[in-house]
């Protein structure tokens, strides 16, 4: 993919244009576990506050990338890069660049929702307690804030202090995005957000996914082709590792340029 | 990889060819009918406009179950989008060979030895080229074909204007045959009008094959824009 497809993509009609079209730029970027490549050469920007959805079979490396953006990737071993990949013009492998405030910054949400057996008022504000922010009034606040950014006050406001595992799958999936978003992040990650969860829980999330971008740059990677259509303004589609085509969400649905493209997503891949 | 449910899309394409073919049938029956004055030609184009009318049912009502059932995208979508429009024009091609051979039968009828066509033979075969060229283009996603396709539109339009004027000189000159005259002059509007859903299916097939938009202003410049291109 090159600069000026990529520009006449994110510029294309008004509507998406972007704040800045790379916020998130991925740069040569290469990736092995051991002598095993998973990514290859990837080369392409991320807008901001926008929705961009990953897409491809299963083991084309898209939690891989994911993961490559707040370094989930670094404990594994023998796992290492090549190239680069900058958030808002810092790159995440710079070695002044903390882990832990990077993954505040560009936070994630996973398949399987994964709540602390805590309360629901505690794994909203795990983050802050982590960084000892302490003021009862201030964490209240942000609790609330946090679980109606996430769609989920209304469902929970009586019960905070309950523990999160008594929540259904659905509200368990928001419960984390509250999480990812009381840190104030620039980037949330989500992989598969809605794999687990019946299609009220998912139009639920889809709301939420839309209603976010306003303030947070989001990458989503789902397996759901109407779901990256309804919810994503820009598709990349990747195949053993590579890009193969990324554009805007309206071009890739409606007249992708790459066979590859076309055959995977109207079902006709393998 | 193809799934079980793309056999529903060669169905579909499948009765789009067979409600081209049967249509274009009916012009060339409408028009041969005319010229060799054979009433039951023309009776049999009108009885069988009713099948042309089903098929734009069962092909809308295919189309329709396609949408809602697979949620197609990228040029599955487009040949849903195309499908539901060409049936159309398909009819309205059946309806205009309906018109065609009802005018027909009355100038039979009338046992007139009058035999004065014009260019309507040469506007019958140029439609009909139009058209079976058009369905051509759909069956082998050509759309280089179909751009010829609406070049030849504007001739047919300059014969049918053609044929009009030399009518009203005719029905002037022989005021008593006034009524075959306008027969005469709808006929050829109706060829034309054949041209026109022609040229409307040409647009669909190059929507369909290159997501080109070529209907109306952008028809002047063919080929010039795509998506492709960028
Ligand atoms: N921890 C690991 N160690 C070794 N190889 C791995 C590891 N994680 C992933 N891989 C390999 O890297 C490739 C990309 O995997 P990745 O999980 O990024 O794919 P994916 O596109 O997210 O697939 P899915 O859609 O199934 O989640 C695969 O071949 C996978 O087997
Ligand atoms: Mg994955």
Redesign the pocket.
């Known amino acids: 993919m090159n600069e000026s497809t990529q520009a006449e993509t994110a510029a294309g009609p008004g509507t998406l244009e972007a704040k800045s079209s790379e916020y998130i730029q991925i740069r040569d970027f290469s990736f092995f576990?051991?002598d095993?490549q998973?990514?290859y050469d990837l080369d392409f920007n991320i807008p901001e506050q926008r929705v961009t959805a990953?897409i491809?079979?299963?083991?084309?490396?898209?939690?891989?990338?994911?993961?490559s953006i707040n370094r989930m990737?670094d404990l594994?071993d023998g796992?290492h890069h090549q190239g680069d990949i900058l958030v808002n013009g810092n790159s995440v492998f710079d070695p002044l660049t903390e882990v832990i405030s990077l993954r505040k910054r560009v936070g994630m949400v996973f398949?399987k929702s994964n709540p602390f057996p805590k309360s629901i008022y505690e794994n909203v504000i795990y983050g802050l307690r982590v960084s000892g922010r302490k003021r009862k009034s201030e964490l209240d606040q942000v609790v609330a804030e946090s679980l109606q950014g996430a769609a989920l006050w209304d469902e929970v406001k009586d019960r905070l202090h309950e523990s999160a595992l008594g929540l259904s799958g659905g509200q368990m999936q928001r419960l984390c995005i509250a999480r990812a978003i009381a840190n104030k992040p620039e980037v949330i990650l989500m992989?598969?957000p809605c794999s687990a969860l019946d299609p009220i829980a998912t139009g639920k999330i889809e709301e939420l996914i839309h209603e976010l971008k306003d303030q947070f740059t989001i990458v989503i990677?789902t397996?759901n082709m109407q779901q990256a259509a309804r919810v994503s303004d820009f598709t990349a589609f990747?195949y053993l590792?590579k890009l193969i085509e990324y554009a805007s969400t309206e071009d890739i649905f409606f007249n992708p340029k790459e066979r590859q493209t076309e055959a995977y997503i109207t079902g006709r891949f393998g | 990889m193809k799934r079980f449910f793309h056999n529903e899309l060669d169905t579909l394409r499948s009765h789009l060819m067979l409600m081209g073919e049967k249509a274009n049938d009916a012009v060339n029956k409408s028009i041969k009918g005319l010229t060799e004055k054979d009433i039951d030609l023309v009776n049999n184009v009108i009885a069988s406009d009713e099948d042309i009318d089903a098929l734009e049912v069962e092909i809308d009502y295919e189309a329709t179950r396609y949408l809602t059932l697979r949620a197609p995208v990228a040029s599955d979508l487009r040949l849903m989008t195309v499908a539901i429009k060409a049936s159309h024009d398909l009819e309205r091609v059946g309806d205009e060979a309906r018109n065609i051979a009802k005018r027909a039968r009355k100038i039979i009828l009338k046992q007139a030895g009058y035999s004065e066509f014009q260019t309507i033979p040469d506007m019958a075969i140029m439609a009909q080229d139009m058209l079976r060229d058009a369905l051509q283009s759909f069956l082998h996603e050509e759309s280089e074909r179909a751009y010829q396709v609406m070049e030849k539109d504007e001739e047919v339009d300059q014969l049918n204007k053609a044929n009009i004027k030399a009518f009203i000189r005719m029905a002037k000159d022989d005021p008593d045959l006034i009524n075959r005259f306008l027969d005469l002059i709808f006929i050829s509007k109706s060829l034309e009008r054949i041209a026109d859903h022609a040229t409307n299916l040409a647009e669909e097939v190059i929507f369909l094959t290159t997501a080109t938009e070529t209907r109306h202003k952008a028809a002047l410049e063919p080929k010039k824009e795509s998506r492709e291109s960028e």
């Open positions: 576990y051991g095993k998973a990514l990953f491809g079979p299963s083991g084309c490396g898209k939690s891989t990338l994911l993961r990737n594994i796992a398949q992989d598969e990677v397996h990747f590792g």
